[in-house]
């Protein structure tokens, strides 16, 4: 409205305009239970900023945007909106300041069409009574357009990809005429192509003057997108930056607090007369996957890497008896298997830990005790096949100080975690079994950088005991690090087997999953 | 556009119940008639608009089984009303039938909104308590033919349409069917063209999403349940009108089943948020023409109930099945 206006206070600036930010939320502190969330936080946004806010998982940045959104009231601190002061006491009142936030579970209605969804909050807000079909498909298709998106108007969401969907919660938005899209943790839950058009479409709202508050802590995104750069750890800030200033060390330092270098993995006794612990001959799931021929040793971290529908989840399920395969032979230390059920898989030695471990890793509403346990009860069963409690204990609190699990009680559901933990979990429930491959899809998918740290130790020590780990990931980097061998998906078949992964460019992988024209150099 | 038709529910039961009406129709000639349809019709309209209100609450994830206890809550109370007062007028006995109908359900809304309690859990207490209380309050005598006011028997034998048979007598399609023309079309464009339709939607497909995109969702679920109560209590007055016998026990034991299997038959989702009103209706023709039928297959009325249950596992079982496909299309092993 009135973006030209000079300001009379003083601004800490980030980029040393005289233009009056969009937001500016000043000392803002906030306390739950006498737990200081955020002590004396300021951010500043300017319009048309595409900004990062980034911290680790519990460093506040949840709080700070609830209280953006008019959802939480701060204890103390101001918020100006264009230099006005602005108090939201409801989300409404945030909304009608041209504030949307865009939650990690998009807070989209499944069993609506992808018309209804985009247009519906529209309705809402102009407390229209009735519907009115052409209009609201009118309005859908022109906020579509305004970002250049196309989606089938008529298609339930339910149906839709995880990226259309978040197009399509960032299409609601611009129906309420946004002018900052705050998307906490867009990326978590989607591939590196589908980042990519993210990406897109924030470059496509800054052209129309809606600034971006994307909050994340995946460094290789924020430098990706970011011009500013706000840091926050433990409910502090620690300060604003412009991204250029910045590196992968330097930033994940500062979020951190501690300095994290990985050295890359070897596998112990690396030697050649190991026989294959798991092999794989021309195994074809038609649609899916075809002729894959691969080997994993004892001790080996075998990374695969490829894009969404390049048939590695597929690949991995079908090692877990979950997607059987149509031709081509599973040879398990030797032996030809058939591995019909997840079960039979777990008995066989195979470990596989899922991709969404919300949905198919934890029983989220158990104990952290139950989940430690689900996979060995057998093994803490009395003569007259009770559960010992005595076992329990023991076993439970093992591994939530083996693991450093942050948690009161192994009572505690494991839902109660943060991302970090809950995979930890996961990966006890697998460690208290004797396993001979594990199998990990995206192991650290939305987990903050210090518990990734975390978690790449917690594999590594699988292998060295011997086991043989094969590790899907979308974060070419994160395979490079952690693995001894990488293998490359596209389309369902193996395009590339590294069998040496030092001095592997990521860009040369990426082009490898891609299929772009790869020079014979390497 | 054909192959979308192939993808819906309603087309399949559309295509079964043709194959069965075919089958039915050779067996016996006189099932195809117009004067069956029109018997069918009139037989059926109650329980179809009990099939309505449950699904309207299905939608909006709430698993309202308390129907039944409210249609003949508001029949009764309104036949007793009418008795009482001396008055014989059949509007003023569907305005009572429904006003208790409505309170019944927002009764219901109350404590389903309020503590986010299960509808289901909810509505088996209440259930109990409105049947329990107009048996003990309102009476448990059942009231015959003769003492019944003229106008619930003029309404049963009114009709819209009147035909003659080769022999010169007379049939009709009862008023009962606009009734039910009027309740599918007021829901469906509730449903369809009214924002408050758009929350019960909104509501049962995510309940969080709809209180951050600012629905009134105590609104909603007060009308949801108070719809289901103002349907039930047209029922009620309908389900009298044609039997022409008011027993205070009748209704709850014959109809949630029946109902239930109509809408879950229908394609509706029973965990709730999806379906269509062209299901349900579908579901409940399904259902009317397999019982009517199981005597000219030969089986007693006793299996009745054995096919009802059967229709019932039956339709979940095909919804699950559907939405596990699905699910492994997109790799996801949930069950």
């Known amino acids: 409205m009135c973006q030209g206006v000079l300001s009379l206070l003083i601004m800490e600036k980030i980029g040393g305009g005289t233009?009056?930010?969009?937001?500016?939320?000043?000392?803002?502190?906030?306390?739950?239970?006498?737990?200081?969330?955020?002590?004396?936080?300021?951010?500043?946004?300017?319009?048309?900023?595409?900004?990062?806010?980034?911290?680790?998982?519990?460093?506040?940045?949840?709080?700070?945007?609830?209280?953006?959104?008019?959802?939480?009231?701060?204890?103390?601190?101001?918020?100006r909106i264009n230099g006005r002061p602005f108090t939201p006491g409801r989300a409404i009142e945030s909304i009608r300041q041209g504030i949307q936030i865009i939650y990690q579970d998009l807070a989209l209605f499944p069993n609506l069409t992808v018309a209804e969804n985009i247009s519906l909050n529209q309705l809402i807000e102009k407390r229209n009574k009735l519907v009115s079909r052409k209009k609201l498909i009118q309005t859908a298709k022109k906020a579509l357009a305004e970002i250049e998106e196309e989606c089938d108007l008529f298609e339930k969401v339910e149906n839709l990809s995880m990226s259309k969907r978040q197009v399509v919660a960032i299409t609601r938005a611009l129906t309420q005429n946004a002018r900052l899209i705050i998307m906490d943790e867009p990326t978590s839950a989607i591939t590196k192509a589908e980042v990519d058009h993210l990406f897109s479409v924030i470059t496509r709202l800054k052209q129309k003057g809606i600034a971006t508050l994307f909050v994340s802590h995946k460094l290789g995104e924020i430098f990706e997108i970011a011009e500013n750069v706000s840091i926050i750890r433990d409910g502090v800030k620690v300060g604003d930056y412009k991204a250029e200033a910045l590196d992968d060390r330097k930033l994940t330092f500062l979020m951190t607090g501690q300095e994290i270098v990985s050295k890359p993995y070897l596998p112990k006794g690396n030697g050649p007369s190991q026989s294959h612990l798991l092999e794989l001959t021309n195994l074809t799931r038609k649609g899916h996957y075809q002729n894959v021929n691969l080997f994993v040793n004892q001790g080996d971290i075998l990374g695969i890497t490829g894009l969404i529908g390049s048939g590695r989840t597929e690949l991995a399920l079908s090692l877990f008896g979950l997607n059987r395969p149509d031709s081509g032979e599973i040879i398990l230390e030797g032996k030809p298997v058939s591995i019909r059920s997840s079960r039979e898989a777990v008995r066989l030695g195979v470990g596989y830990l899922p991709e969404d471990r919300l949905l198919q890793g934890l029983a989220i509403e158990k104990s952290i005790g139950d989940n430690i346990l689900a996979t060995i009860v057998?093994?803490?069963?009395?003569?007259?096949?009770?559960?010992?409690?005595e076992q329990r204990k023991r076993i439970e609190s093992k591994w939530i100080k083996d693991l450093d699990i942050k948690t009161p009680s192994p009572a505690m559901p494991a839902s109660s975690l943060s991302g970090g933990n809950q995979q930890r979990v996961v990966l006890a429930k697998w460690l208290a079994t004797d396993l001979k491959l594990f199998i990990l899809d995206g192991p650290t998918i939305g987990i903050d950088i210090a518990s990734k740290n975390n978690i790449h130790h917690i594999i590594r020590d699988?292998?060295?005991?011997?086991?043989?780990?094969?590790?899907?990931?979308?974060?070419?980097?994160?395979?490079?690090?952690?693995?001894?061998?990488?293998?490359?998906?596209?389309?369902?078949?193996?395009?590339?087997?590294?069998?040496?992964?030092?001095?592997?460019?990521?860009?040369?992988?990426?082009?490898?999953a891609a299929a772009k024209k790869v020079g014979q150099g390497m | 556009m054909i192959s979308k038709l192939f993808q819906r529910n309603e087309t399949y039961l559309f295509f079964v119940i043709m194959a069965f009406s075919f089958f039915v129709t050779v067996m016996n000639p006189s099932f195809l008639t117009v004067e069956n349809m029109f018997d069918l019709v009139k037989s059926s309209s109650g329980m179809a608009i009990l099939a309505i209100a449950f699904f309207v609450g299905l939608l909006s994830r709430g698993i309202d089984i308390s129907f039944p206890a409210i249609a003949i809550a508001g029949q009764y109370i309104a036949v007793n009303a009418l008795i009482a007062m001396g008055v014989d007028s059949l509007p003023l006995a569907f305005l009572i039938s429904c006003a208790v109908g409505t309170a019944m359900g927002a009764t219901n809304a109350f404590f389903i909104s309020s503590f986010r309690m299960q509808a289901l859990?909810?509505?088996?207490?209440?259930?109990?308590?409105?049947?329990?209380?107009?048996?003990?309050?309102?009476?448990?005598?059942?009231?015959?033919?003769?003492?019944?006011?003229?106008?619930?028997?003029?309404?049963?034998?009114?009709?819209?349409?009147?035909?003659?048979?080769?022999?010169?007598?007379?049939?009709?399609?009862?008023?009962?069917?606009?009734?039910?023309?009027?309740?599918?079309?007021?829901?469906?464009?509730?449903?369809?063209?009214?924002?408050?339709g758009k929350s019960i939607y909104a509501v049962g497909g995510n309940y969080e999403s709809a209180k951050r995109a600012g629905f009134n969702i105590k609104r909603t679920l007060f009308f949801v349940y108070g719809y289901i109560g103002f349907l039930s209590g047209i029922m009620g007055v309908m389900h009298l009108s044609l039997i022409r016998y008011s027993n205070p026990n009748y209704i709850v034991d014959t109809e949630l089943l029946r109902v239930i299997a109509a809408v879950v038959i229908g394609g509706a989702r029973i965990t709730g948020g999806s379906g269509t009103l062209t299901g349900t209706l579908l579901g409940v023709i399904m259902m009317v023409i397999l019982e009517k039928n199981l005597v000219l297959i030969g089986l007693s009325s006793y299996w009745h109930q054995f096919f009802i249950g059967l229709v019932i596992v039956l339709g979940v079982s095909i919804t699950y099945y559907q939405s596990k496909r699905q699910n492994r299309r997109n790799l996801l092993f949930t069950d």
Request: charged residues 20%; hydrophobic residues 50%.
């Open chain 1, 19 to 79: 233009l009056v930010p969009f937001l500016e939320a000043e000392k803002i502190s906030k306390a739950f239970d006498g737990v200081q969330a955020l002590d004396n936080v300021s951010i500043s946004i300017d319009a048309g900023a595409i900004h990062c806010f980034v911290g680790e998982n519990g460093s506040g940045k949840s709080t700070l945007i609830k209280i953006i959104g008019g959802i939480l009231r701060p204890d103390t601190g101001q918020m």
């Open chain 2, 121 to 196: 859990i909810v509505t088996l207490g209440t259930s109990n308590i409105f049947h329990g209380a107009l048996l003990v309050f309102v009476g448990t005598r059942a009231i015959n033919t003769g003492k019944l006011p003229h106008c619930f028997k003029a309404f049963g034998h009114m009709n819209v349409l009147t035909l003659a048979r080769p022999d010169g007598t007379l049939y009709g399609l009862s008023v009962f069917a606009v009734l039910l023309l009027f309740v599918i079309i007021l829901t469906w464009f509730i449903l369809n063209h009214t924002l408050l």
């Open chain 1, 378 to 389: 057998g093994k803490v069963l009395t003569r007259l096949r009770l559960i010992s409690g």
């Open chain 1, 462 to 512: 699988f292998a060295h005991r011997g086991v043989g780990v094969i590790m899907i990931s979308d974060e070419i980097p994160e395979v490079l690090q952690h693995c001894n061998r990488v293998i490359v998906m596209r389309e369902g078949r193996i395009e590339a087997e590294i069998e040496d992964v030092q001095g592997v460019s990521e860009e040369y992988i990426f082009d490898l």
